[in-house]
């Protein structure tokens, strides 16, 4: 409405820098001159692919050690607690742990899928030279990606017993603290 462009991402952003009138301004006014103003771009692409990174490669480490680990541990938990009650009243309704079993297990299942591209997508990513291509894919390929990992982690948060959560939950980041 008044005109201003509405960008959404640093990546998006970091080329109004090399504009011309932007090289013509910062050049006038003495503050950086098309030189410094390139390096400034590539530091930023670099910033932002080195944090993006990081923060996949985070996720990784946590789907792989924490979060798949416990939601293993959880279905067996809830496997061995419907056998039991098989095994002690055979006509005893055990409609509630078999729907949680199936439940948790389809969403390990794409859990796992999730990391298995996600770790794809982060070789990929490392093969980049061009660092504007690169900061591109990682906001174009990786974030979707890891977004895609964090969907049905957050949904076995809300099923997953509290005891059995390897991490704080988003209640209690919200409400303890």
Not at 32 to 51: D, F, N
Not at 65 to 87: C, E, G, H
Not at 124 to 152: C, G, H, N, S, Y
């Amino acid at each position: 409405r008044r005109g201003l462009p509405n960008v959404k991402t640093m990546v998006d952003a970091v080329p109004a820098l090399l504009k011309e009138h932007s090289i013509e301004i910062f050049n006038k006014l003495g503050v950086l001159t098309a030189t410094e103003l390139h390096s400034h771009v590539e530091i930023h692409y670099e910033t932002y692919c080195k944090v993006v990174n990081i923060e996949a490669k985070t996720m990784i480490d946590m789907a792989t050690k924490k979060y798949i680990p416990a939601v293993i541990a959880y279905v067996k938990t809830l496997a061995d607690s419907i056998n039991a009650v098989r095994q002690a009243v055979p006509e005893a309704v055990v409609t509630v742990q078999s729907e949680l079993l199936t439940k948790a297990s389809k969403l390990l299942a794409n859990t796992h899928k999730a990391l298995t591209n996600l770790q794809k997508i982060i070789q990929q990513a490392e093969e980049i030279e061009d660092i504007k291509k690169k900061a591109e894919f990682f906001k174009d390929v990786v974030l979707p990606a890891m977004k895609e990992l964090r969907t049905p982690i957050d949904a076995l948060e809300v099923i997953v017993d509290k005891k059995a959560w390897p991490v704080p939950t988003y209640g209690d980041l919200l409400f303890r603290v």
